[in-house]
């Protein structure tokens, strides 16, 4: 079945680390996004990528980065820099043409610091 | 930029019956899509419904309907008939896009609301 696979589900972080979560997609989508979302609240924009090798910054980028090598795989890394990364991260794609085509989100990460 | 407004930050309703969860926006652009999500306890985000903001009318998907009302910049979602497996967070978000129908992806979304569906 086509979908959105993120790895791993629960993922623990020590002081200084980076560590990076995984996204893969199956749905030969163009565009990917990386939110988070912290308990009780909405999901923020962290980066996007609407084609391979390219990728914009969302509404909170410091402190993570991304890479679009593949047009299947949008890799999250949360780098030592970001001070408060406990929350729970969702990636998702989407076709990117518009009108009803919506975003297919994966089942998350939660991110837990040590 | 945009701006998404849930106000009610929890809701309750008796199984059976109809709920109404308000949303609304804030945006300069002249066309947008409004989207709803329905988020359970086990975190996954679900796809409810989607209205454009050309469209004449209000979308409906099964049980789900939306209430657009673009002068008033408010597109609420109608869940009739509720059932207990409703009982999650349900997120509104707005997407801009073009007059041409490609979209410029981003999402954004409101606070959401919590729902409760009583037996």
Not at chain 2, 30 to 55: A, R, V
Not at chain 2, 61 to 84: D, M, T
């Amino acid at each position: 079945d086509g979908g959105i696979t993120q790895s791993p589900k629960y993922l623990f972080r020590k002081e200084g680390q980076n560590v990076t979560l995984s996204c893969e997609q199956n749905l030969n989508h163009d565009a990917m996004y990386w939110y988070r979302q912290d308990p009780g609240q909405g999901l923020r924009l962290i980066y996007y990528s609407q084609i391979v090798n390219d990728f914009q910054k969302g509404d909170i980028a410091e402190g993570y980065s991304v890479s679009r090598e593949k047009k299947e795989s949008f890799p999250l890394t949360v780098t030592s820099a970001q001070k408060n990364p406990t929350a729970f991260y969702l990636c998702a794609s989407s076709p990117d043409r518009g009108g009803q085509e919506t975003q297919y989100f994966g089942p998350g990460t939660r991110l837990l610091v040590l | 930029a945009q701006k998404i407004t849930q106000t009610q930050p929890g809701m309750f309703v008796q199984e059976k019956e109809a709920v109404t969860l308000d949303c609304t926006y804030d945006t300069s652009d002249q066309s947008y899509g409004l989207f709803w999500y329905k988020q359970p306890s086990s975190g996954e985000m679900i796809f409810l419904i989607y209205q454009g903001s050309y469209d004449e009318q209000n979308a409906t998907e099964g049980r789900y309907s939306l209430n657009f009302q673009k002068a008033r910049k408010s597109a609420n979602l109608v869940i009739s008939a509720s059932q207990l497996g409703d009982s999650a967070m349900y997120f509104c978000a707005m997407r801009e896009e073009n007059a041409g129908g490609t979209s410029y992806g981003k999402l954004t979304f409101g606070q959401g609301t919590i729902l409760t569906v009583h037996p």
